[in-house]
């Protein structure tokens, strides 16, 4: 997206600091964590005048919501036009732009972190990302669910005071999911809060994801959330169909790419970060499941930049 400099907006009869809530949300609702899902917000636009964009693409969800202005969206080959009230969806992967002298718009852009998410909610996502009806018009004024939630993120230019920081990433996790019923993932009323089960493991694979540094073990990881071993084994074997140990190892791994991507730490560093312990066991195990040296996939990844 592209930003003009306008310090307020006017949508509906409210009026916004946009700039405030835009810094806002960059600060306290980028790392989206709930007992089922988890989203890693890349940025939240709130923007007093868009003005058009390139033709262009990324690898994640960008959702819009238009309070004010007129314009063309292009998804693909397929042109739509959007005012006041139009909801739209980026698709990860595909060619889109917006053509405007002008829009009031609200945006965040975002991609599920699917080895934490409940299963229903990340199958929902993936059916919106394929889905062709990427536009909705609000018929009810504005008082659509999703767009009282983004509203009241925003910090209201009169004396209506605004959520607390601590309240911010809850009602932007409320946000996304509400995504799901409005653009076609998921059926409105099927997107409820995970059963027990389904929010232990969920914790047990935070736990892993947030201390793989450590030499991280059935007992250990069980102890974390006051359950027994074989407990703890049964959710991973039911729940996602595998073994703790292979889930563990294949975490690491992960997030081993990832460094090995995105950093310039050495191999041995990558090693400790991720509970390898030593080089050599990095090596045998990274190669047993992406089939290619941590080396020669670093090498890859880099002459792809």
Not at 56 to 70: A, Q, T
Not at 104 to 115: G, Q, R, W, Y
Not at 153 to 171: F, G, K, Q, R
Not at 231 to 250: A, D, K, M, N, Q
Request: aromatic share 12%; net charge neutral.
């Amino acid at each position: 997206m592209f930003l003009s400099d306008y310090a307020i907006f006017e949508g509906d009869s409210c009026m916004f600091r946009w700039k405030e809530s835009e810094a806002r949300l960059r600060r306290h609702a980028f790392d989206l964590r709930g007992a089922g899902a988890s989203f890693k917000v890349h940025y939240w636009g709130v923007s007093g005048r868009l003005l058009s964009n390139p033709y262009h693409k990324h690898s994640f969800f960008e959702i819009c919501y238009v309070l004010n202005g007129e314009g063309t969206y292009q998804d693909q080959e397929t042109v739509h036009l959007i005012g006041r009230g139009t909801w739209f969806c980026s698709r990860p992967g595909i060619y889109h732009q917006i053509v405007t002298e002008g829009l009031a718009l609200l945006f965040v852009a975002f991609e599920v972190d699917e080895s934490v998410t409940d299963q229903t909610i990340a199958d929902g996502f993936r059916r919106m990302a394929q889905q062709e009806d990427i536009i909705v018009m609000e018929r009810n004024g504005g008082e659509h669910p999703a767009s009282l939630l983004w509203k009241s993120l925003l910090i209201p230019e009169d004396s209506v005071p605004p959520l607390t920081a601590s309240a911010l990433p809850h009602a932007a996790m409320a946000l996304i999911l509400s995504f799901l019923p409005l653009f076609g993932g998921m059926a409105p009323g099927n997107v409820k809060p995970p059963s027990s089960t389904s929010a232990l493991l969920n914790q047990a694979r935070l736990f892993i994801r947030d201390n793989l540094s450590e030499p991280l073990t059935l007992p250990i990881v069980a102890s974390s959330l006051n359950i027994s071993e074989r407990h703890l084994s049964r959710l991973f074997s039911s729940g996602i169909h595998e073994t703790f140990s292979s889930y563990l190892r294949r975490e690491r791994v992960r997030q081993a790419a990832w460094w090995l991507k995105n950093s310039d730490c050495s191999i041995k560093e990558i090693a400790d970060r991720t509970g390898f312990g030593s080089v050599h066991y990095f090596t045998r195990t990274f190669h047993s499941l992406m089939s290619i040296t941590p080396a020669k996939y670093r090498e890859q990844a880099h002459q792809g930049d």
